[in-house]
């Protein structure tokens, strides 16, 4: 069993900076790999990054390649979302999760979520 955990959510202005963390506890959450989605209100969840099981690879939705950086820290169980020029469209919030795959990810545990808003 896997129990995620975000933090590090609030509100800045655009070309803001914020780091997301998602600590996991379970010994065998550096088994899974891991993805950022958000959700604005009224809109779908949309995944945003992702990074594999070891941490090798990561895969960026292109609206966010060159702002936002996904790791891993294996030894801390956490992943964190460092997001930089934030911009209003950024506003949502966002959830990690841990599941099988990188390429058609399952998730299997969510977390329960932090809010990230974005003030032009």
């Known amino acids: 069993q896997v129990q995620l955990v975000e933090s590090g959510g609030g509100s800045v202005q655009t070309g803001g900076s914020l780091r997301l963390s998602c600590a996991a506890s379970?010994?065998?959450?550096?088994?899974?790999?891991c993805k950022w989605f958000r959700q604005a209100p009224g809109k779908e969840r949309e995944s945003v990054a992702a990074?594999?099981?070891?941490?090798?690879?990561?895969w960026y939705t292109d609206s966010v390649k060159g702002r936002f950086t996904i790791s891993r820290d294996s030894g801390m169980n956490t992943v964190y979302l460092q997001m930089n020029s934030l911009k209003p469209e950024d506003t949502a919030v966002y959830y990690c999760?841990?599941?099988?795959?990188?390429?058609?990810?399952?998730?299997?545990?969510w977390g329960q979520g932090t809010q990230v808003t974005v003030s032009s």
């Open positions: 379970g010994r065998t959450f550096s088994t899974y790999a």
């Open positions: 990074i594999s099981a070891s941490g090798s690879i990561a």
């Open positions: 999760a841990a599941g099988i795959g990188l390429n058609g990810f399952r998730p299997m545990y």
